[in-house]
């Protein structure tokens, strides 16, 4: 599953209402009991796990879905296998589901269970007597809910005046649509038929077997039987849906669709040229064919990220339904990339599916590191390679909270299954996966990876699965090898490799690692130490020691030597072979490893030198790679976070970096100012815009805000970067008065001005408009009937510097005039805004409950993220008051508090740390 990072979609876990009584029933039929009724019979429920009495082996699932209706109903069969003989069966049913009639068929005849409630999202049904242990099969009369634009469960959204009925499962949310085994170990094939109004279209994972008329304007829909499933994959969609053929693709011919809302075919374009390519790679890096029949890949109104089901792919509209005029280098990108994450899931997470959630890496993190190898190869212009490098900075960030997850957390909650959909489970666990590709070699951990997913295909695997086939994977390649250092080599890596990711997979946080170097008598000796990278503001013992893959690059005799060893102590002292006295040594080769280094000073002088060798102009006259410039520069601004690096230093080298030729450095460059706009006292507002104009505006200028004919990918994203700062915390006069005119002529002319200008235009427009601007943006957004395109003028109305207009904007999710999940940016966009960062704080306490019954069942939880651009010790006092015991209620509450709080302490005490020394660089420019 691929989120936003804002808004990550997670299914959340679900309460249950439902119960049977069977005082009055007739024999066979055993009638439903409201929620909050009398009859309720306590009993001992498992906790979190079902337990091993019985286990599905087949399930066959037939559904009447209109969806017109705010309702459904469903029969399910489940052929299970009685493992011990008990009394009472479990099942997982939440509490939108009334059953109507319960059976359970042995071999000895029928029996008719007592149907009770029990905890949350359990059922109980409770025989009298102990079962035959053996094969049976349960069945399960019910009828459940279909609410609009819930995001979970079997439900509805709504495009226009037309209805689609949608699912999302992952991770405890198919027992809204079925009583079932909910967990993934439970991987089975399933047989589902649906009967749909004739006028629409029904898709589920396996391809349509027939169909068939039936009476009341109904047809009866029945799908082929799947692969070995597991509850959250199953997927379901129903509505009047366009079909676009894609062609065949990949080893099997697999043929591929991509489905639109009615009306959209023609925006299916890009998407339907590139999946098939992206299908392809992924086929010739594993060696392994596509793993299922068809490749269906459809479009959710309001949903914003995609999810994996195999056959059946949802991605939001706005990332696969890509109007042809607005083929924009983001909209591309942002399609190939979460295609390619998907797409990589169906054979690590699909094809092998995890056992439990506390080894969601093997889905997550995998996809994510799948993703960027496919996009590397599909579309190397995009420069994957150094954007992997920046998704590794941003991961280290939200790493270093000391409350942040272990990759592979323990689960003891249904909170803790929720908050593994985090940055540390996808873009932590795809560096982590990355910096051991290169310590293994790219060839080594392909072919482990190859191997688990051949030795596991339709089953589930674990952590000790996969490391074991990377490790039999060294072990193996070194019995080949007829050179005895390289089999040595791969012997030590099969005997080191276990411990060593396990070291990353479950301990929370990074390394920090210092380096010294000392030179005498011909020998030079690196000395290292490690700790965990910790921000000013959080308190910590940090016990915690990696194993860590350090590759050091150097001059040496013979040209430039590389050595990679792990570091598996607090200390270490190394001595660097092919060299005497090297001028200078980098400790992260190509920045592929994941930790942070603090070089000692005369170290760091040399590297300083050296970096930005020909003013800036990049690798002609510069000893690092680019990878390595950004590694160097962002480990810079990471120990300015923690006070190992005073700020108008780090804030210097920036000023040097922002002259480099690589977009990425430039980008990394950017962010550092960015960053420190909260810290600038009132009083130098205009030195710290000045310096931004004067550091980057030349660069911007000579780029222009519009696009020229013949531009390559990599000059338009580089003119994004320059633009978004200049014209936003630079306040570039010239800019924003060009943004603002292009913004007005698209106003009156959507096809005037060309998609990826208007991108970057109308948000510095908004960003330092008026209130004659925000009206004209409000009216565009009232009047607009497209999705995507409204999303960018409430975009744009939720980004207002001005806090009046900030407040109108906030208003407007009052008033109601846009659908909640839309509206959202209008709450998030102040919190950008030193102006305006109190105002979601303020907004969310007044409207807490308000906002809580527009939103998705558990999206409070995530309500306390508005106190996140908070920064001082009152405040932070004033937020866990405020939220404790109202976001925390809800699944996922109580972490995300946690964090929130952690962020808002690191904030106070950083500009506690570095506000002088920001000051300081201000005055001397």
Excluded at 99 to 122: H, Y
Excluded at 485 to 496: D, I, N, P, V
Excluded at 657 to 668: G, K, N, P
Excluded at 865 to 877: D, P
Aim: aromatic content about 8%; overall charge neutral; charged content about 20%.
């Amino acid at each position: 599953m691929k989120s936003s990072l804002r808004v990550l979609r997670v299914a959340s876990t679900v309460t249950l209402a439902l119960s049977l009584s069977a005082q009055a029933a007739p024999p066979s039929v055993a009638p439903s009991v409201p929620a909050g009724s009398a009859g309720f019979v306590a009993a001992p429920a498992p906790f979190l796990r079902l337990p091993p009495t019985a286990s599905p082996t087949r399930y066959v699932l037939d559904l009447t879905v209109r969806p017109s209706e705010d309702s459904f109903s469903g029969q399910i069969d489940i052929t299970v296998q009685i493992a011990e003989a008990k009394d009472v069966l479990w099942l997982h049913a939440s509490r939108e589901l009334t059953v109507e009639k319960t059976t359970l068929k042995t071999t000895l005849g029928e029996l008719t269970p007592r149907v009770e409630l029990v905890g949350k999202d359990l059922i109980a049904l409770r025989f009298g007597k102990p079962l035959t242990i053996g094969k049976a099969t349960l069945q399960l009369h019910y009828k459940g809910k279909l609410p609009i634009a819930e995001g979970s469960g079997l439900y509805r959204e709504r495009d226009g005046k037309d209805l689609y009925v949608y699912s999302h499962f992952e991770p405890l949310d198919a027992r809204r649509a079925f009583p079932c085994f909910d967990e993934p170990s439970f991987k089975v094939p399933w047989q589902v038929t649906m009967h749909i109004p004739k006028e629409h279209t029904a898709l589920s994972n396996a391809p349509a077997e027939s169909e068939h008329d039936e009476p009341n304007g109904m047809k009866k829909v029945i799908f082929k039987p799947t692969l070995p499933l597991p509850s959250y994959l199953m997927a379901f969609a129903v509505g009047p849906f366009a079909l676009v053929d894609a062609g065949k693709a990949g080893k099997k011919s697999t043929p591929i669709r991509i489905v639109t809302l009615r009306g959209h075919e023609q925006e299916a374009g890009y998407a339907a040229r590139t999946s098939g390519q992206l299908l392809s790679l992924l086929e010739d890096y594993f060696g392994i064919p596509y793993p299922y029949e068809k490749l269906d890949q459809i479009a959710v109104p309001g949903q914003r990220g995609a999810m994996e089901h195999p056959g059946l792919i949802t991605y939001g509209q706005g990332l696969i339904q890509i109007r042809p005029s607005e083929e924009t280098v983001r909209a591309r990108q942002a399609f190939a990339s979460v295609a390619a994450h998907e797409l990589g899931h169906q054979w690590a997470g699909n094809l092998v599916t995890l056992s439990f959630w506390d080894d969601l890496w093997l889905n997550e993190s995998l996809a994510t590191f799948l993703e960027s190898k496919i996009i590397a190869r599909f579309h190397p212009e995009w420069r994957e390679v150094q954007n992997r490098v920046l998704r590794r900075q941003g991961a280290m960030y939200a790493d270093s909270l000391i409350s942040a997850r272990k990759i592979r957390q323990a689960i003891e909650s249904s909170d803790d299954i929720v908050n593994a959909f985090d940055g540390i489970t996808y873009a932590k666990g795809g560096s982590v996966l990355e910096m051991f590709e290169s310590w293994m070699g790219e060839k080594q951990f392909a072919a482990g990876l190859s191997r688990y997913m051949r030795e596991h295909s339709h089953k589930n695997g674990s952590a000790g699965d996969l490391l074991g086939a990377f490790t039999q994977e060294l072990a193996e390649e070194a019995a080949r090898s007829k050179n005895p250092t390289e089999a040595e080599a791969l012997r030590s890596k099969s005997s080191q490799l276990s411990g060593a990711m396990k070291s990353f997979l479950d301990q929370p946080g990074l390394p920090l690692i210092s380096a010294a170097l000392s030179c005498a008598k011909g020998v030079a000796t690196l000395s290292l130490a490690q700790t965990r990278y910790l921000p000013m503001g959080t308190v910590s013992e940090a016990s915690e020691v990696y194993q860590v893959p350090v590759c050091l690059r150097y001059p040496g005799v013979k040209g430039v030597e590389r050595f990679c060893k792990i570091l598996d102590g607090k200390q270490a002292e190394w001595t660097l072979p092919q060299t005497s006295c090297p001028d200078y040594v980098v400790v992260n080769a190509d920045a592929l490893g994941y930790y942070r280094v603090q070089y000692a000073p005369p170290l760091l002088k040399a590297l300083k030198e050296r970096a930005f060798a020909t003013g800036g102009k990049g690798a002609s006259g510069s000893v690092l790679g680019e990878t390595e410039r950004i590694g160097l520069l962002g480990d810079q601004a990471a120990l300015m976070r923690i006070g190992r690096a005073a700020a108008e230093d780090v804030l210097a080298l920036a000023t040097v970096a922002a002259q480099d030729e690589s977009r990425h450095v430039l980008s990394t460059a950017t962010g550092v100012f960015a960053g420190i706009e909260r810290l600038v006292p009132p009083a130098l507002l205009p030195a710290y815009r000045q310096h931004i104009r004067a550091t980057f505006g030349s660069r911007q200028k000579q780029l222009g805000l519009t696009g020229r004919p013949q531009e390559d990918d990599n000059t338009r994203m580089m003119r994004g970067v320059l633009t978004r700062l200049v014209g936003g915390e630079g306040a570039d006069p010239a800019l924003v008065a060009e943004a603002t005119t292009l913004t007005q002529k698209w106003l009156g002319n959507r096809t005037s001005v060309d998609a990826e200008t208007a991108r970057l235009a109308i948000p510095i427009a908004a960003e330092h408009g008026d209130s004659a601007l925000f009206d004209a943006l409000l009216k565009a957004a009232k009047a607009e009937p497209d999705r995507s395109q409204r999303g960018l003028l409430l975009s744009a109305l939720g980004g207002f510097r001005s806090p009046q207009l900030a407040q109108r904007g906030l208003s407007l999710i009052q008033q109601g005039d846009f659908p909640i999940h839309e509206a959202m940016p209008l709450l998030w966009g102040p919190m950008g805004n030193p102006e305006t960062r109190r105002l979601p704080f303020e907004f969310v306490k007044a409207h807490f409950d308000e906002l809580v019954a527009k939103l998705p069942k558990d999206a409070g939880a995530r309500l306390s993220a508005m106190a996140g651009s908070l920064c001082s010790e009152s405040e932070r006092a004033e937020a866990e008051s405020f939220f404790t015991g109202r976001s925390t209620k809800y699944t996922g509450g109580p972490r995300i508090l946690k964090q929130t709080i952690e962020r808002i302490n690191q904030c106070a005490a950083f500009h506690k740390a570095q506000a002088a020394s920001v000051a300081a660089f201000l005055q001397r420019k």
